[in-house]
């Protein structure tokens, strides 16, 4: 079936610096979602593309589609303590009655 | 901000107890969703409702059922539970004002143990 491949499966970085995870598939989609999962917690929508080549920011964050259709990456800036997570990406397949297919989450560490 | 509420938020059970987990949503959206996540596993749908009196499972086979009487609610049922039912289960809802009508905003989740 469709996958999405994302990558990488954890990070541990610094305080202050900049982070940057992708997903690829070799499947087209026309929607793309980042979403931040905290422990416990259900997944929280980040940043929202619905055209090839948009590129989005919402405060530090910063997510393309791909031109192609078929990758997005996410950009976080500046990072801080609070940007621990799991960060998921969600791609939508043109005419699946907008049934979202994830990939396996990038695991967040910042060191203060 | 989405308003969708989930209960429990947590629960053990013992195994071949009935359950259902609660999710309702006051935003007026159409499509609601099941997914169960494993602990830091990637989420995989179960469930899904287009509206009143539609239901279909999802990519991944579950002992669960669900029922959308109403559009703000659609609960999730396992009339008897077995330890391998164990796991996250989220709840979501869409958004059809986007432009795609395929914003999805999830639940803060029902953590299910069965013993």
Redesign the interface.
């Not at chain 2, 830091?40 to 749908?45: K, Q």
């Given at each position: 079936?469709q996958q999405l491949n994302q990558s990488p499966q954890s990070m541990f970085i610094q305080e202050g610096e900049d982070v940057s995870m992708n997903c690829t598939s070799s499947s087209i989609f026309?929607?793309w979602?980042w979403?931040k999962q905290e422990p416990?917690?259900?997944?929280?929508?980040l940043i929202?593309l619905?055209k090839a080549g948009e590129l989005t920011s919402n405060g530090r964050l910063t997510a393309q589609f791909g031109i192609t259709r078929k990758d997005s990456f996410l950009n976080i800036s500046a990072s801080i303590p609070s940007d621990v997570g799991?960060y998921?990406c969600?791609g939508?397949l043109y005419n699946q009655?907008?049934?979202?297919i994830?990939?396996?989450?990038t695991?967040l560490s910042v060191k203060p | 901000e989405?308003d969708i509420y989930?209960t429990p938020r947590y629960l053990v059970i013992g195994t071949g107890k009935k359950i259902t987990l609660e999710c309702s949503q006051t935003m007026g959206h159409d499509?609601m969703?099941w997914y169960q996540q494993d602990p830091?596993?990637?989420?995989?749908?179960i469930h899904?409702s287009?509206g009143v009196n539609s239901t279909e499972k999802?990519?991944l086979s579950s002992e669960s059922t669900v029922s959308r009487i109403r559009t703000e609610h659609f609960p999730l049922t396992l009339e008897s539970a077995r330890p391998s039912h164990t796991s996250q289960y989220?709840c979501?809802s869409?958004d059809p004002t986007?432009?795609?009508?395929?914003?999805?905003?999830?639940?803060?989740?029902s953590?299910l143990t069965v013993v």
């Open positions: 079936g026309n929607t979602l979403y416990g917690e259900g997944p929280v929508l929202a619905y799991i998921f969600a939508q009655g907008g049934k979202l994830f990939g396996q989450g695991e | 989405a989930q499509k969703y830091g596993m990637e989420l995989h749908l899904y287009y999802g990519d989220l979501a869409s986007g432009p795609s009508g395929n914003t999805i905003y999830f639940g803060e989740g953590w």
